[in-house]
């Protein structure tokens, strides 16, 4: 194992740990030490998620408790295993899972859905410290170039969502497209869509002031109640079951539904079949990514026109953890990055 010696002098580092729903402890945890092929990054950027909120609000399979919380970052490598593919003092960009790319999914190019996403994931970002697996580390880390922030490389993962949509829809530049929910995601589609070419793009939402950033990122922007007519491509980004059923109205004939909000588990939702056969309605609903969005997502950030800035809602230090997440759930920002 190879270290940096000044930034690995202490056993333990600042984390913020999600030890139940709604209560996050800003504490001492011990620094992680890399096995074979794994590395550990001094993180550099770790941004909030929606998922991250989800999981403070009301807790998630998929993220332990009691546990260090976060799963966007980029960062500096300052430990690495035995055969790691970096080198200490690499700038890296990365996302928190990998396909094992051997079962059937991921055989039949649909990664997204590998039986084993999950079984190895980086969790823990909110730290000043990061062990990133060997498998996601040859598979799903890159270098970050010194062009692109650490801020903006923090942003790959939730892209790599975005994209992994995106190749699903296609999308053509002719198209008139709505995007419904002025959130971190519904603003990555604005911008992921424009990169595309599309032209004609109205973000439709609640919180003013999100709107304002999706017409800085090249959107029309409307009240949600305001929305009239339809739309070739809907992209629904609220997880909201009303909004969902609602969203087919928006669906012209021939058009495209994307559902990507979640809902809670067990939600069920109705609509009219009618509409959906004989207008032939697609409906979409693209989950998490494999490697190839995550190249499309990490190719759209080093594009040098493409500016995901205007999402960013502020520094903030690990200790106001919970503050974060409390302004969060009232509306309040879009992204917050921790520089740990």
Excluded at 17 to 23: D, E, F, I, N, S
Excluded at 182 to 201: E, Y
Excluded at 220 to 231: A, D, M, W, Y
Aim: aromatic share 8%; charged share 20%; net charge negative.
């Amino acid at each position: 194992m190879a270290l940096i010696e000044n930034e690995l002098k202490t056993d333990t580092m600042k984390a913020l740990v999600l030890q139940a729903p709604g209560c996050l402890e800003y504490c001492s945890v011990p620094v992680p030490i890399p096995g074979p092929g794994d590395i550990v990054i001094r993180v550099r950027a770790a941004t909030t998620c929606g998922t991250d909120l989800k999981a403070f609000l009301r807790g998630h399979p998929q993220i332990p408790m009691p546990g260090v919380f976060g799963h966007e970052y980029s960062g500096t490598v300052v430990a690495v295993g035995n055969g790691a593919p970096f080198a200490v003092g690499d700038d890296i960009m990365g996302v928190h899972s990998a396909p094992c790319q051997e079962c059937r999914w991921c055989v039949n190019d649909q990664e997204n859905l590998c039986e084993s996403i999950m079984a190895t994931k980086v969790l823990g970002t909110y730290a000043e410290f990061l062990l990133i697996p060997e498998r996601i580390a040859r598979t799903n880390v890159f270098p970050k170039p010194d062009s692109l922030s650490f801020e903006q490389a923090s942003l790959l993962e939730p892209l790599a969502c975005v994209a992994q949509g995106v190749m699903r829809i296609q999308p053509k530049p002719q198209m008139e497209v709505l995007v419904i929910g002025p959130g971190a995601i519904g603003l990555m589609f604005v911008a992921a869509l424009r990169r595309a070419g599309v032209q004609s793009i109205t973000l439709a939402g609640r919180n003013l002031n999100r709107l304002e950033v999706g017409e800085q990122l090249g959107a029309k922007s409307l009240p949600l109640e305001q929305v009239h007519g339809q739309f070739d491509l809907v992209v629904e980004c609220t997880g909201n079951v009303e909004i969902w059923e609602k969203s087919l109205e928006f669906a012209r004939r021939g058009g495209s539904l994307v559902l990507f909000g979640g809902c809670k588990a067990g939600t069920q939702v109705r609509f009219d079949t009618q509409r959906l056969h004989y207008d032939d309605i697609s409906v979409i609903s693209p989950f998490h990514f494999g490697t190839r969005a995550v190249k499309m997502a990490r190719s759209w950030l080093l594009h040098p026109e493409f500016d995901l800035s205007p999402l960013f809602s502020g520094n903030r230090d690990l200790a106001d953890g919970e503050m974060v997440f409390r302004d969060l759930e009232q509306g309040r920002g879009i992204k917050y990055v921790f520089h740990p």
